[in-house]
Every structure is written in structure tokens, then in C-alpha cells.
């Protein structure tokens, strides 16, 4: 089983900062690797399919990038509606896996 | 617009079973492998099992193998995941998902529904 270790596990940050959120993966994934945003009481929804591939719909300031076992989730100038738990995931090896979440605080 | 209703869940003891349905629309059903997600309460996401647009194919995490079985009807649009030998641990908000691709093993949930609540407990 291919584990995803995210970083940080909390932030707390200030609108309009940039955010760098990491996952590592303990084998090669390729770019099978996707980013969700999951705000409290609500489903998971699809931010980054792909490692860079933006899903419709969401805003240009999420970005993603990386290839085989690091990945980063960018957000460029932090809106007070960013607040929730970002996680990564792999489609590369079954069974599929989620990295444990980072939760983003908004000061 | 993609619609995922699960049901099902309930409160039973451990050693239990217990059939968890969702119900989909706007999409080609029998298209898209199909997830079962769960997540703990105050807790991370946990992949669960999928089986693929036929029902040919099915795979599942580790911690529910062998007493998990995911299954389609395609003739009703529906997805299913049979729980048995239920644990504690099993408790959960269980989130079915369609694959973001369209007939492969190899995607990735990109619409999921609310959510329906299994609670293991005596």
C-alpha cells in the first residue's frame, strides 16, 4: 500500500498569504495524484486532478504541481472561504490511498 | 448535474451487518467505476472499495477485506456496499463517489454525495 504523508498537519494563516501544502508519497505515483478541499459539514470536492490539472470550476489560485513521490498544493492569496482541510490522493496502485488531511486556519 | 444519494446507515452492534445503497442520476451510470469512501468521525478520509463500470472488477482497502463486498445494478443506477462482521472502528460517514474518467480502474472520485452515518456500537 502506497502511504501519503502530508505537510504541514495545521496552518493558521492570514488572507491574501500564500499557502504551500506538500505530499509525499513512499513510491513512485507518477502524476496520479489529486487534490481535494473538504470545508466542515460538507463533502470532499475535487480541487487538482492529476498532480497539475485544474478540475472546472475552481478558482486560479489553487495550483498544483509535482511528479513521482513529492507533490505541492499552491494557493496564491488566501480568501477567508479557503478555511478547511485540503487532502492528497492516488489513483497509481490499488488499493487507492488519502494522505492523513492539513487543516488551514484563517487568522 | 451529478446526484449521489446514499442510505443505509444506521446504528448496529459489532458482529453485526448491515447493506449501505446509493442512488445516482445525471450521469451515464454503467460509464464510471464507482467508490465507496468513509470517514471517522473528527478523522481523516479513508478509501474503501470500487468496482469498476461492468461490476467485473472490485478491489478493496485492507481494513474491510473479506468482510466488505461493494456490488452495481445498473439496470437501477444504484451502488451498494454489504458490511458484515461489523467493528467499532467501522464507524463512520460513509461517501459513495463517481470516477472522474470514463471506463478505467485507474481514476479518481470526483463527485461524491453526502454522506450516510454507520454507527458501530453495543
Known amino acids: 500500500e502506497i502511504v501519503l504523508t502530508q505537510s504541514p498537519d495545521f496552518q493558521s494563516v492570514t488572507p491574501k498569504e500564500k499557502v504551500t501544502i506538500t505530499c509525499r508519497a513512499s513510491?513512485?505515483?507518477?502524476?496520479?495524484l489529486h487534490w481535494y478541499q473538504q470545508k466542515p459539514d460538507q463533502s470532499p470536492k475535487l480541487l487538482i486532478k492529476?498532480?497539475?490539472q485544474s478540475f472546472s470550476g475552481v478558482p486560479s489560485r489553487f495550483s498544483g504541481s509535482g511528479s513521482g513521490t513529492d507533490f505541492t498544493l499552491t494557493i496564491n492569496s488566501l480568501e477567508a472561504e479557503d478555511a478547511a482541510t485540503y487532502y492528497c490522493h492516488q489513483s497509481s496502485s490499488l488499493p487507492q490511498t488519502f494522505g492523513q488531511g492539513t487543516r488551514l486556519e484563517i487568522k | 448535474e451529478v446526484q449521489l444519494v446514499e442510505s443505509g446507515g444506521v446504528v448496529v452492534q459489532p458482529g453485526g451487518s448491515l447493506r449501505l445503497s446509493c442512488a445516482a442520476s445525471g450521469f451515464t451510470f454503467d460509464d464510471y467505476t464507482m467508490h465507496w469512501v468513509r470517514q471517522a468521525p473528527g478523522k481523516g478520509l479513508e478509501w474503501v472499495s470500487l468496482?469498476?463500470?461492468?461490476?467485473?472488477?472490485?478491489y478493496y482497502a485492507d481494513s474491510v477485506k473479506g468482510r466488505f463486498t461493494i456490488s452495481r445494478d445498473n439496470s437501477k443506477n444504484s451502488l451498494y456496499l454489504q458490511m458484515n462482521s461489523l467493528r467499532t472502528e467501522d464507524t463512520a460517514l460513509y461517501y459513495c463517489?463517481?470516477?472522474?474518467?470514463?471506463?478505467?480502474?485507474?481514476?479518481?472520485?470526483?463527485?461524491w454525495g453526502q454522506g450516510t452515518l454507520v454507527t458501530v456500537s453495543s
Open positions: 463517489a463517481k470516477d472522474g474518467e470514463m471506463a478505467t480502474i485507474w481514476g479518481f472520485p470526483n463527485s
Open positions: 468496482i469498476s463500470w461492468d461490476g467485473g472488477s472490485t
Open positions: 513510491q513512485s505515483i507518477g502524476s496520479s
Open positions: 492529476y498532480a497539475s
